[in-house]
């Protein structure tokens, strides 16, 4: 029999919508594509997205910005972040997120991770207290998040300002509160892989008047907030801005065009991504030897990736398992290589951390951890292959690990 081969592209995502593509012509014939080369009367695309964007989140203020990284660093400095403080940080995040930190001036110290993917609470409230560092810059990485009223606890036992980094949360909710809204600031990603996508791009929220008038002035407004619409009033912005340094990073219109148009289809792409998320999840639960996160009740989590574990293999089986799923054409990654690998990278590659910490929980679980994308172009039946086929391999790599166990 012959074994089943999975033919689509895993890197493959959703055309943009045809009304995004038609408006984003219109910009394109406008030749205005500078967000604040607006004329008299006229609101440009970038602050209309703004104004929807925080419409959709539900808080008074948004900044689009260049991309996710630079929202992490912009809403660090926004948020007071002086030269050498310390930002608490999970390990297990992707490499932008310690980036900003180290952008920004601030020192990152990594927290261990659980056995679910989130942030280790135990770990989290220890280090606060021995780092004293002021900030927690928590990502809810690849989706998962933490339990947001037990980081809140900690944040305030400890003083700590909390930004979330929700690059893979847009349009998740913890316990029905939307994720962003828990911290101080948060930061959204639009890069290709994220939940909207206009190839790059990031953004801010906040309900923090000082804070967000800080960041309009850092991403380089020249003085022009006033054509802002999700922005505080003009006497926010008369304290902060001459000693506000531009670090010119802004979103331009035609992004702001294709984005606006995708915005309006969110939910509706976040359930889709439930879906599959779901089919493919059913498969891998049956999978004897393969571990799925428990994802607690309160989570509302868009599943536009899918993680999962292998807990008895070592480094040789996670390697062929990889190799026999590759050649299957399921494009399986890996978060515990010690070497960078196209977007993941362990912790410990992060040479210009001063004084990295040992991470032995974080080390363990990023050994065997596992991660796919679910691209909008799948279906159910795509992913129930998927799991079949991931399945197959984790049996096929498990039997030929013991031949020489038995042999022996
Ligand atoms: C993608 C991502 C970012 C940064 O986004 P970019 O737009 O690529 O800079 C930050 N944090 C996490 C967890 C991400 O996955």
Same mark, same amino acid.
């Given at each position: 029999m012959t074994k089943k081969t999975f033919k689509k592209s895993f890197t493959q995502q959703e055309p943009i919508p045809e009304a995004a593509i038609a408006r984003a012509v219109e910009v394109l014939r406008g030749g205005r594509l500078h967000r604040y080369n607006t004329l008299e009367g006229e609101t440009s695309e970038a602050a209309l997205l703004e104004a929807e964007f925080a419409a959709y989140l539900g808080v008074p203020y948004a900044l689009a910005c260049a991309s996710g990284g630079y929202a992490l660093q912009v809403a660090l400095r926004a948020a007071g972040l002086a030269s050498g403080d310390k930002v608490l940080a999970n390990a297990f995040t992707l490499s932008p997120v310690p980036g900003a930190i180290h952008n920004a001036g601030g020192r990152p110290i990594l927290v261990e991770t659980d056995e679910d993917y989130t942030i280790d609470i135990g770990d989290l409230s220890q280090k606060a207290a021995s780092s004293r560092a002021k900030y927690l810059l928590l990502s809810h990485m690849r989706g998962h998040i933490a339990d947001m009223e037990a980081v809140l606890e900690v944040c305030q036992a400890h003083e700590l300002v909390l930004i979330e980094d929700c690059a893979h949360t847009l349009g998740a909710r913890w316990n029905g509160r939307m994720s962003g809204t828990f911290g101080k600031v948060a930061c959204f990603s639009s890069q290709? /892989?994220?939940?909207?996508?206009?190839?790059e791009g990031g953004f801010l929220a906040s309900a923090d008047p000082e804070l967000m008038a800080r960041a309009v002035v850092h991403s380089g407004s020249y003085m022009l907030y006033g054509r802002h619409l999700a922005a505080p009033d003009e006497e926010v912005f008369l304290k902060v801005r001459l000693e506000t340094a531009n670090m010119s990073g802004r979103m331009d219109n035609l992004r702001a065009a294709i984005l606006r148009e995708q915005l309006r289809h969110l939910d509706d792409n976040c359930r889709r991504w439930n879906l599959l998320y779901g089919a493919l999840e059913a498969e891998l639960r049956q999978v004897p030897g393969l571990r799925m996160p428990v994802r607690p009740q309160h989570e509302d989590y868009v599943g536009s990736s899918l993680q999962f574990s292998?807990?008895?293999?070592g480094e040789t089986e996670i390697r062929s398992f990889i190799e026999l799923c590759a050649a299957r054409g399921v494009e399986v990654k890996w978060f515990g290589a010690a070497e960078p690998h196209g977007f993941t990278s362990r /912790?410990?590659?992060?040479?210009?951390?001063?004084d990295p910490a040992e991470l032995p929980k974080t080390r363990a679980l990023l050994a065997t951890l596992c991660d796919l994308r679910i691209p909008l172009t799948f279906d159910e039946a795509d992913c129930r292959l998927i799991g079949e086929i991931i399945g197959e391999c984790t049996v096929e790599t498990g039997e030929a690990d013991e031949i020489p166990a038995a042999a022996g």
């Open positions: 290709t /892989y994220k939940h909207l996508n206009s190839g292998l807990p008895g293999f /912790y410990d590659s992060w040479h210009f951390i001063e």
